[in-house]
């Protein structure tokens, strides 16, 4: 069927040119506040990319919200949000390091947070749009005025839910430690991403 040889081209070229691009996770340096949790905060990332947070230090987590709800899980505020969540990965001094791995398969601003930070401002996001006013500064504003609980509005939640099929939710997401086999470059790592693709967890905005 010509739809399904398309979809096959069309995915061996997004394979083809998939980058991993890495935000490293972890307490802020001294000088530092919480807005510097996520190592960068702001990514830019093609759909098919994988976003890969990469837990170096402290007792932190990268969590998808909404920009009204900076520090509540996605799902709990829109239903039809099947966001990620690593939950808190405590890293032992450093020496339990784990990442969470996020295939990017839409070109939506996703916004994410740190469980134990957001209060502060320990937040994110990936494909901020330049033009938009939902800014990063305003997002970190947010969760340091709502103090990492209540909503700026009232979200009623959607009730046309189009739960993907195939796609697991956050809490199933799998816990890969890794002891530094890879190099040491922080930013964007350009290989093949063939192992990388089925990764049971997606960034999935409908
Ligand atoms: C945290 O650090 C950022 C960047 O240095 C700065 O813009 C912001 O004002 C600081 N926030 C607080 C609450 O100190
Ligand atoms: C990580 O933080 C959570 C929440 O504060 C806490 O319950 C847990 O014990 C911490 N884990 C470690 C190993 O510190
Ligand atoms: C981390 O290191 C400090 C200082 O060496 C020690 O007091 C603390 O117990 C360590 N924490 C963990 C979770 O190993
Ligand atoms: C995402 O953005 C790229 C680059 O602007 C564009 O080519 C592509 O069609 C967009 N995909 C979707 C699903 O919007
Ligand atoms: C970015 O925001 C501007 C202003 O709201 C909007 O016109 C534009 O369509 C947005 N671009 C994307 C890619 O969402
Ligand atoms: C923010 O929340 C924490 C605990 O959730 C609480 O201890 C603190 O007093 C709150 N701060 C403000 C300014 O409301
Ligand atoms: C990786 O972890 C294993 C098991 O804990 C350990 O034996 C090994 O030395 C570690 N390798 C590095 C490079 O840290
Ligand atoms: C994660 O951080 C550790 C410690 O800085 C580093 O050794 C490792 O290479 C990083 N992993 C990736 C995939 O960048
Ligand atoms: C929930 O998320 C979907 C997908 O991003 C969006 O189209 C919808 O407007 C959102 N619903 C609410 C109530 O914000």
Known sequence: MRPFALAAVLSAVVVASAKQIVITVGDPLSSDNATTVFRP???????????????TQGNHSATQSTFAS?????????VTINGFNSDLR??????AITNLPVTITTNDTIWFYDIATCAEGGV???????SSTETLEGFERNAIRLNGT???????ASATSTSPSGTSSGSTASR???NGSTNAAERVVVR????AVPMALVAMLL
């Open 41 to 55: 905060a702001e990514v830019k990332a093609n759909i098919g990319d994988v976003v890969l947070f990469n837990f």
């Open 70 to 78: 900076p520090c509540i899980p996605a799902h709990d505020t829109n």
């Open 90 to 95: 405590p890293t032992n001094n450093g020496t």
């Open 124 to 130: 994110g996001g990936i494909n901020i749009n330049d």
């Open 150 to 156: 209540s909503t700026s509005s009232s979200s009623a």
């Open 176 to 178: 890969t430690p890794t």
């Open 192 to 195: 093949a991403l063939a192992a």
